[in-house]
């Protein structure tokens, strides 16, 4: 069965502290994805990356950064957390496969205090 | 710009057929993609269109006409279960930008 695990299910922060996220993926993909999930606002891609060192910012990387040193391994950096970063965390993965579809992890409900 | 429009929520009866819509604006056009996200889960796939016209697997029927950037995603026989949010998103192999989402509710 394919997994996407996160490291954490909940986690609560304060405001100004760094915070890591983790993913790790056992399916060999190329492709890992960080996004946001908040009402009305839907997925919102924060970085991914298609290689191993490899990223690209995605629509909203202002106050993140990533680091994927593993192929199977996709961290989420918050180098000083704000409440405006309360939010869903999910880490996906794909091959590089057009039209595969992408593996979500549970998600990170991240709250900042 | 990149964008993607979807109604926020909709009502069907169990049973009944209800067709979600999605419209999309995009330079780069790469594939449709469907999900279901029951609440408090992670999304998961339902279906991917590249090339016009309609896709069946079951219940889930997905349509996609590139020309006018539309999709629909048709649900049959619904079912109590089938009460989640339904995301449409495009992509390519790399990058996929998801819509915000129409939350379903199916009644008895």
């Known amino acids: 069965d394919v997994k996407v695990t996160q490291s954490s299910r909940y986690l609560v922060k304060r405001t100004g502290e760094k915070v890591f996220l983790e993913c790790v993926q056992d399916?060999?993909?190329?492709?890992m994805f960080w996004y946001r999930q908040d009402p009305g606002l839907g997925l919102r891609l924060i970085y991914f990356?298609?290689?191993?060192?490899?990223?690209e910012k995605g629509d909203i990387p202002e106050g993140y950064s990533v680091s994927r040193e593993k192929k199977e391994r996709f961290s989420l950096i918050l180098e000083s957390a704000s409440t405006n970063q309360t939010s869903m965390y999910l880490c996906?993965?794909?091959?590089?496969?057009?039209?595969?579809?992408?593996?979500f992890g549970q998600g990170t409900r991240l709250t900042v205090v | 710009g990149q964008n993607i429009d979807q109604p926020t929520e909709m009502t069907a009866t169990e049973g009944a057929i209800v067709q979600i819509n999605c419209t999309y604006q995009?330079?780069?056009?790469?594939?449709l993609f469907w999900y279901q996200q029951h609440a408090g889960e992670a999304p998961t796939f339902l279906s991917y269109?590249?090339?016009?016209g309609l896709e069946e697997k079951g219940r889930f029927s997905s349509f996609l006409s590139r020309s006018k950037g539309y999709s629909y995603l048709l649900l049959k026989e619904l079912q109590m279960k089938d009460s989640a949010s339904y995301l449409c998103?495009?992509?390519?192999?790399?990058?996929?930008?998801f819509g915000t989402g129409t939350k379903l509710q199916v009644i008895p």
């Open positions: 996906a993965s794909s091959t590089q496969v057009q039209g595969t579809e992408a593996f």
């Open positions: 399916m060999d993909h190329e492709n």
């Open positions: 990356s298609y290689d191993v060192k490899m990223k």
């Open positions: 995009t330079s780069g056009f790469n594939g």
């Open positions: 269109n590249v090339l016009d």
């Open positions: 998103a495009f992509g390519g192999y790399q990058k996929v930008t």
